[in-house]
């Protein structure tokens, strides 16, 4: 496109640009028109897992019900309460849309097509992440409401905490691959590092759930507590961005577990027709975005302070234990630090596979024993004090 | 290093806010606007407002910010350690590990002194 | 200085990071601040870009802007009587302006060719080089080898550590509610 | 490329912006974020001197690192002596804090 661009009369400075903000648009406007297709398949799978029929009456299968549900949205009247900080209430949305749509900037959707292959891909989605934060505080603090404010408080204690397991899940992947960019990991992954990492899967998808605040982990907006958190104040298009930027996001996190743990493009043929890498790549991400909707739909939400032990007192040790037992075995076994085909990589992923069976018994074993003591002192107090349950359910530490 | 990647990113942060940004702007236009006084009232589950959302909030909040923060800055020295992982030897894991372990010592006095604990 | 892409990114980012920084020691309402403080990190963030450190300038993001700055504006949240105060300046704020523009003008008058073109080169250094060679391009694992190499920062690394550790045992102690204090009454 | 007085004035003018906010604001939170920006005009000039001066030698950067780690503790601690203080005043102002004056 830049040649075709300098043959017209462009300086190749300006054809480069244009070419890249072509690029730009492309992968934007995929993303959002992505988002009008994805909200109806969330919302079959959603009644599936409910017992519903879901959407079926706006066009065939009821397709068309986003568009439709966006037309009416945007013919809703903008309310904005008294005592709001104008310029920051608004921004709000437009950020936490930008934040995500800023993470497609580096996915490769085929073997020749990603956004920009940044070299330091994977600290990029980090650094974005950061941004999704910043405007659910500032949506919760501008609203001039209380349960808005509560909300951006139980933001910062909620995403900022579950980002630490987030990263040390993603570190595994990076130190696999001895590269932190996306396309490269891909590349590397002769086998997918699911085998590798299975137990490194899981707390990516465990954390990637909390950062998305969904189900269980929906209590930045819980809507019987906190009626709907820091978008209590918002309406009409802008609360329609908000629930953009959630759909998005969540979907985005289907799209990173496939490309850093189910090989990205990868497949038959991929690296020859782009097409149909581009085509893996969404299979793989509906699947892993699937499985984050059956969670949503499956588990009840759960309290703050068991959302916060969970993460500090068990997903933490857990992912730094993780990333130096992977670390250590890497090192042990030899020949990792050149794999350039499948066969090199059977032996490493066999004894990575091994090791986090070993890892999934022992913390299971833990989890067990924890339990069944933390059940027989509550049995106890409750029989010796004569006290009523609830008061001593949340008492452990 | 190829700044070229980088125009990429800085126009998708010039661009990237104009696709949100747009139907804001159109529903703006499209939308009726007939504010009133009890429309615009805060909403505080029906009744009116009590006092205002300026309340003190407990301080709990602050310290998982603080782990969160301490925690961020470590796992910034994990991602180069992890880049040229394949190209250290075993002594390079030996540190890591000591500086993971002095890491959770502050984690563990922190569960310990129940600063992490909800109640 | 003519104007190339580079230098015009420059000058963007530059004018970004200098804003937000006035903003962010003028703005009357704290939380306002907190946020121009965020949007001068994501300038030197970009000017980190130009200068070939894109770790450096991951970090500053997500140090500074998703931990750090969500710290301060967290603690700007938690004292909330203070985001609209009479007064942000104390009385001297004068004096102090003016001090700080002379401590500005000392800085440009050392660094910037000026002095070279008055003949003084008391420095011995030249801040007006445009061309430096290449960084490589495996920087960043080099980094990463640098900061594990015993002879290297290994020390300072480890020390780091340490240094995080106390602060955030400190700071736990700071402002974990102090339960037998409490009992007592809780004077200061 | 730009040449290198030019991102040493850009620190300069951010140091000095610190500088006035550090001196001048009365809100403690407001001092904190006033000395970010000083350390953030630190870390340019650390990062813009080891790009032209020694690019092939990474002492810039892992300065530059050190310098984000120190921000980072100081930070933490500060904030926690601003919210301790707050808890037991209600107030921030850094004038107001005098226990240790007399």
């Known amino acids: 496109m830049t040649g075709l661009l300098q043959d017209i009369g462009f300086s190749r400075d300006l054809a480069v640009l244009i070419a890249k903000a072509a690029g730009v648009i492309v992968v934007a406007v995929f993303g959002l028109l992505w988002t009008l297709l994805g909200i109806w398949l969330e919302r079959k799978w959603a009644a599936r897992f409910q017992d519903r029929v879901g959407p079926n009456r706006v066009g065939p299968f009821g397709l068309i019900q986003t568009v439709a549900d966006t037309v009416k949205i945007l013919l809703k009247e903008d309310i904005m309460n008294k005592g709001v900080d104008r310029w920051v209430f608004n921004l709000a949305p437009i950020l936490a849309v930008l934040a995500v749509t800023l993470i497609w900037a580096v996915v490769p959707f085929s073997a020749a097509w990603i956004g920009t292959d940044l070299n330091i891909g994977v600290f990029y989605l980090l650094a974005v992440g950061a941004l999704g934060t910043v405007a659910v505080i500032m949506a919760g603090w501008s609203s001039n409401n209380k349960y808005a404010l509560l909300s951006a408080y139980r ?53 990637g759930q909390a950062e998305i605040g969904r189900g269980p982990f929906d209590l930045l907006e819980a809507e019987s507590e906190l009626v709907s958190g820091f978008h209590i104040e918002y309406s009409g298009m802008k609360f329609g961005m908000f629930y953009v930027a959630e759909f998005l996001h969540a979907f985005t996190v289907g799209v990173l577990t496939a490309i850093l743990f189910l090989g990205g493009w990868r497949g038959p043929f991929a690296e020859d027709v782009a097409i149909l890498g581009f085509f893996y790549l969404m299979i793989k991400s509906l699947f892993a975005y699937w499985v984050l909707v059956w969670v949503r739909m499956t588990l009840p939400r759960v309290r703050i302070d068991h959302l916060l032990d969970f993460n500090w007192k068990f997903l933490v040790p857990v992912g730094l234990a993780n990333l130096l037992i992977v670390a250590l075995v890497w090192k042990a076994i030899p020949g990792t630090d050149q794999i350039s085909s499948f066969g090199d990589a059977v032996v490493p992923t066999l004894a990575l596979l091994l090791v986090n069976v070993a890892m999934f018994l022992v913390i299971g074993a833990l989890l067990a024993d924890r339990g069944r003591r933390e059940r027989a002192r509550i049995e106890a107090r409750v029989a010796g004090a004569d006290l009523p349950v609830e008061t001593v359910a949340g008492a452990g530490d | 290093m190829n700044l070229n990647e980088w125009i990429f990113i800085g126009l998708f942060f010039a661009l990237g806010w104009a696709l949100p940004a747009t139907p804001i702007v159109l529903g703006k236009i499209l939308a009726p606007k007939r504010p009133n006084q009890v429309k615009q009232q805060t909403y505080e589950c029906g009744v009116e407002m009590v006092g205002s959302p300026w309340t003190q909030f407990r301080a709990q909040y602050y310290i998982f910010a603080l782990v969160f923060l301490v925690f961020d800055v470590e796992l910034v020295f994990l991602f180069p350690w992890a880049l040229a992982y394949n190209q250290l030897g075993l002594f390079a894991l030996f540190e890591m590990t000591v500086f993971i372990f002095l890491l959770v010592v502050a984690l563990v006095y922190t569960w310990r002194k129940g600063a992490l604990r909800w109640s | ?125 030249d801040f007006t080089q445009k061309n430096p060679a290449d960084v490589p391009a495996d920087s960043i694992v080099n980094l990463g080898k640098d900061l594990v190499d015993p002879d290297k920062y290994m020390l300072p690394f480890e020390v780091a550590s340490v240094l995080l550790m106390a602060a955030l045992i400190g700071a736990v102690l700071l402002v974990s509610p102090d339960k037998a204090k409490a009992d007592e009454g809780g004077e200061d | 490329m730009v040449p290198l007085w030019m991102y040493l004035v850009v620190a300069a003018a951010l140091f000095s912006t610190g500088l006035f906010g550090v001196l001048a604001r009365r809100n403690a939170i407001a001092i904190l974020m006033s000395i970010e920006l000083m350390l953030n005009a630190v870390n340019i000039n650390l990062v813009a001197f080891w790009r032209y001066n020694t690019p092939l030698d990474l002492s810039g950067q892992a300065f530059a690192v050190f310098v984000f780690v120190v921000a980072a503790a100081e930070v933490a601690v500060g904030l926690a002596l601003i919210i301790s203080i707050y808890r037991k005043r209600q107030s921030v102002i850094a004038e107001d804090v005098n226990m240790l004056k007399w």
Not at chain 1, 187 to 197: E, S, T
């Open chain 3, 1 to 125: 200085m003519e104007l190339t892409a580079e230098s015009i990114v420059f000058l963007i980012m530059s004018a970004i990071t200098l804003g937000g920084g006035l903003l962010v020691v003028s703005a009357r309402n704290l939380f306002h601040a907190g946020l121009y403080l965020m949007v001068s990190l994501l300038g030197v963030a970009g000017l980190f870009v130009l200068l070939s450190a894109p770790f450096l300038a991951g970090v500053q993001v997500v140090v500074y802007i998703g931990a750090i700055a969500i710290l301060i504006i967290l603690a700007i949240m938690l004292t909330p009587s203070v985001t609209q105060l009479p007064a942000i300046f104390n009385r001297q704020w004068a004096f102090n302006l003016a001090l700080a523009a002379f401590f500005f003008v000392l800085l440009v008058s050392v660094v910037s060719p000026i002095m070279g073109e008055l003949g003084v080169d008391a420095w011995n250094a």
């Open chain 1, 155 to 207: 933001a910062v204690a909620q995403l900022v905490s579950y980002e630490v397991p987030m990263v040390l899940a993603l570190l595994v992947p990076v130190l696999l691959s001895g590269s932190m960019s996306t396309q490269e990991i891909v590349r590397q992954q002769h086998i997918w590092y699911v085998f590798a990492a299975p137990l490194t899967v899981l707390l990516f998808l465990i954390s």
